[in-house]
T-cell receptor, first 113, second 111 residues
Framework: DAGVIQSPRHEVTEMGQEVTLRCKPI?????LFWYRQTMMRGLELLIYFNNNVPIDDSGMPEDRFSAKMPNASFSTLKIQPSEPRDSAVYFCASSFSRGYEQFFGPGTRLTVL | GESVGLHLPTLSVQEGDNSIINCAYSNSASDYFIWYKQESGKGPQFIIDIRSNMDKRQGQRVTVLLNKTVKHLSLQIAATQPGDSAVYFCAEKRYNNDMRFGAGTRLTVKP
């Protein structure tokens, strides 16, 4: 298996633009997590899915953030409109079971100018 | 203005020495713990895990110790190598199955 795949690896956009981050979890994993990592706040859980259903989105900072998982092999995290304070590295992770080892993707480094 | 960020604990060791990275966890009901390694520009990677019914677990060059009395976890790396330079996170599985990550410790290995 290729592991968790994220795209793009880097994204530079201007304030106000829509940004869409993509993730392909490891096949067979039932849980998918979206994290944000910044120097200010470290690694933060934004939202996670179980069997494509959003379970806990309490970490999503604002209504500008939304996440979907239309099928078991694909998820998106969308920011609309983006703001400079959204600049961070966004990680997607998947696991076979909740509360156990999570496999992280390489991350998407987002810069909002 | 001046930015204020997380002040990651930093450990600097000489190549070949042993490293010990510490982590305090908050919930006495947590029953599973993981150490992750994050190299620059990469996502966190699993190193070793331990369940709360154990005090010690060994892997290749790494050992995790769990002291439930004081809610303390440590990661020992034997014969530290330059490739071990990274940020190390501990994570605990809480009663509701949530995994919570610590702030991390930056390990720097000097040649």
């Amino acid at each position: 298996d290729a592991g968790v795949i994220q795209s793009p690896r880097h994204e530079v956009t201007e304030m106000g633009q829509e940004v869409t981050l993509r993730c392909k979890p490891i096949s067979g994993h039932d849980y998918l997590f979206w994290y944000r990592q910044t120097m200010m706040r470290g690694l933060e859980l934004l939202i996670y899915f179980n069997n494509n259903v959003p379970i806990d989105d309490s970490g999503m900072p604002e209504d500008r953030f939304s996440a979907k998982m239309p099928n078991a092999s694909f998820s998106t995290l969308k920011i609309q409109p983006s703001e400079p304070r959204d600049s961070a590295v966004y990680f997607c992770a998947s696991s076979f079971s909740r509360g156990y080892e999570q496999f992280f993707g390489p991350g998407t480094r987002l810069t909002v100018l | 203005g001046e930015s204020v960020g997380l002040h990651l604990p930093t450990l600097s060791v000489q190549e070949g020495d042993n490293s010990i990275i510490n982590c305090a966890y908050s919930n006495s009901a947590s029953d599973y713990f993981i150490w992750y390694k994050q190299e620059s520009g990469k996502g966190p990677q699993f190193i070793i895990d331990i369940r709360s019914n154990m005090d010690k677990r060994q892997g290749q060059r790494v050992t995790v110790l769990l002291n439930k009395t004081v809610k303390h976890l440590s990661l020992q790396i034997a014969a530290t190598q330059p490739g071990d330079s990274a940020v190390y996170f501990c994570a605990e599985k809480r009663y509701n199955n949530d995994m919570r990550f610590g702030a991390g410790t930056r390990l720097t290995v000097k040649p």
